[in-house]
């Protein structure tokens, strides 16, 4: 299987992962019963991730992957820990037991294609995992119009 690896930099957002400690690294958790979205720990309305978006809440911003098949499945590896959110002072918002997930992965987003998300100390970095014969052409990636977006020097998207 061929890896193409893409860096995703937020670099105009502290707030993006200013809820926890910045030396922690990147944990995911489910937004929903099904687990088809997910959200990175400490900050839920700033990052969320599903089969077809990433989603910067608080900034506006977003990257969508094109034409990504629907049923595309997320089957996560083993936890390494739980967490509880209580927003509000109404039990039936306080979700308890989460698992938190160093990795997501999106499974056939295109015939043959997977991708992965995970964190890189503070950064979420996000790679498509091609499989022999598949067709890389098909990977789309729909940006914000206001997102400003730049190659680093070592050939790293990023977007801000």
């Known amino acids: 299987m061929t890896?193409?690896?893409?860096?995703?930099?937020?670099?105009s957002s502290p707030?993006?992962?200013?809820?926890?400690n910045r030396d922690l690294p990147i944990y995911f958790f489910p937004m929903d019963p099904g687990a088809s979205?997910?959200?990175v720990m400490g900050d839920p309305a700033s990052l969320r991730i599903s089969a077809n978006r990433i989603d910067f809440g608080r900034i506006g911003q977003h990257?969508?992957?094109?034409?990504?098949?629907?049923?595309?499945?997320?089957?996560p590896e083993d936890p390494v820990s739980r967490l509880s959110v209580f927003t509000g002072r109404?039990?039936?918002?306080?979700?308890t037991g989460l698992p938190l997930y160093r990795r997501i992965r999106y499974r056939s987003i295109y015939p043959g294609?997977?991708?992965?998300?995970?964190?890189?100390?503070?950064q979420l970095e996000y790679d498509f995992e091609i499989a022999p014969g598949a067709d890389s052409s098909r990977i789309r990636l729909g940006f914000a119009p206001d997102a400003a977006l730049q190659l680093g020097s070592n050939g790293d998207l990023q977007v801000h």
């Not at 890896?3 to 670099?11: G, N, P, S, V």
């Not at 707030?15 to 926890?20: G, M, N, Q, T």
């Open 3 to 11: 890896t193409l690896e893409i860096l995703l930099i937020a670099a």
């Open 15 to 20: 707030a993006l992962f200013a809820a926890y």
């Open 37 to 39: 979205h997910y959200a």
């Open 63 to 75: 990257i969508d992957l094109i034409k990504v098949r629907s049923r595309a499945s997320s089957p």
């Open 90 to 95: 109404d039990p039936a918002r306080w979700r």
């Open 113 to 122: 294609i997977d991708i992965l998300y995970y964190g890189n100390a503070q």
